[in-house]
């Protein structure tokens, strides 16, 4: 499959590639199917999370050891079902980066955020992945360079 991505241009993704979100990404429901893109021959540290249905949309995505945040919780019944997943070293976390003052914050706000807050959890056997939402956390992690 093609896809034409503001940020990395014009690129062909293969079936195998595709990671589903069947439930869509809260603010982008109706992006169903993601691929993973990153520097080649690089340990991927932080990886893109290209939207294949609407290309526009691009998530900077890490996993929490990458940013020295040891971070652990537990899935519930559905959410194992969802993704399909029958052993847990299939499941990987990632969260949602960006840099601070992106929104139009002053220079205070310089470094990284992330979104500790609403974790994407892909089973790499099946290819499928969700969104888990924390209702009683409410915070950001911020790092500082």
Do not use: W
Not at 7 to 34: K, M, N, Q, T, Y
Not at 92 to 110: H, N, S
Not at 115 to 129: C, D, E, H, K, Q
């Amino acid at each position: 499959m093609k896809i034409d991505s503001p940020v990395f241009g014009s690129l062909e993704v293969s079936d195998d590639r595709i990671i589903e979100f069947p439930a869509g990404l809260p603010g982008f429901e109706d992006c169903h199917r993601f691929t993973l893109i990153h520097e080649e021959g690089a340990s991927p540290q932080v990886m893109q999370l290209q939207s294949v249905d609407q290309p526009e949309v691009v998530l900077s995505i890490a996993g929490p050891d990458t940013l020295g945040i040891n971070y652990d919780f537990t899935l519930n019944d559905a959410e194992v079902d969802a993704l399909r997943l029958t052993r847990p070293e299939d499941a990987v976390v990632a969260v949602v980066i960006r840099r601070a003052g992106e929104d139009g914050t002053g220079p205070a706000e310089a470094g990284l955020r992330a979104n500790f807050v609403a974790p994407l959890i892909i089973n790499t056997a099946s290819r499928i992945g969700l969104q888990k939402v924390f209702t009683r956390l409410g915070c950001d992690v911020t790092l500082r360079a």
